[in-house]
């Protein structure tokens, strides 16, 4: 079997780290976002995301934009709007729904635009409501060291938020 080149495995995305080693992974949007959005950096990053073997990627993205290159790449993906009007039940339900996939053995990619609070802050939310990390502070701290950034007001609050949600399940 010849071995695959350099640009075949396509390019890792910006700001990628692994939350649970080989399952559990955020970033930012694949070609990033704004005014540094590239379609074939987005292509690459897409590439790179399919050659890891990823079960599925999830964006927090409003808008649908873009979805569709997931398709044209063999990627499967999930759109969850971030949703700010009901964050307990949005954070439920997302929550529940990567605890099912992870138990089912996927390994998911979560996204936004950026790396930024909302996604810093789904994440801790998660790692706390699924008892991963068993304190607020232990969880804000974890995932700060994790992506090198601080998690300000809105990050604090999905935490905050994470934290009043029943327990999973099991």
């Not at 999905?158 to 934290?163: H, M, P, S």
């Amino acid at each position: 079997m010849a071995s695959k080149g350099k640009w075949a495995q396509g390019i890792r995305p910006r700001n990628f780290h692994w939350v649970i080693a080989d399952r559990l992974a955020i970033c930012e949007r694949p070609g990033g976002y704004g005014a540094n959005h590239r379609k074939v950096r987005r292509q690459e990053e897409i590439i790179w995301v399919r050659e890891q073997g990823f079960t599925v990627v999830i964006s927090t993205i409003g808008a649908p934009h873009n979805l569709h290159n997931y398709d044209e790449l063999g990627v499967v993906w999930r759109h969850r709007p971030y949703d700010d009007e009901d964050l307990a039940g949005y954070e439920r339900r997302l929550f529940t729904e990567v605890q099912g996939l992870l138990a089912a053995g996927a390994k998911v990619l979560v996204h936004g635009d950026e790396l930024g609070d909302k996604v810093c802050g789904l994440i801790a939310g998660y790692l706390l409501w699924t008892g991963l990390l068993d304190t607020a502070p232990a969880t804000v701290t974890v995932v700060e060291r994790l992506t090198s950034r601080q998690l300000g007001p809105v990050g604090r609050e999905l935490v905050a938020v994470a934290g009043t949600l029943p327990a999973p399940p099991g």
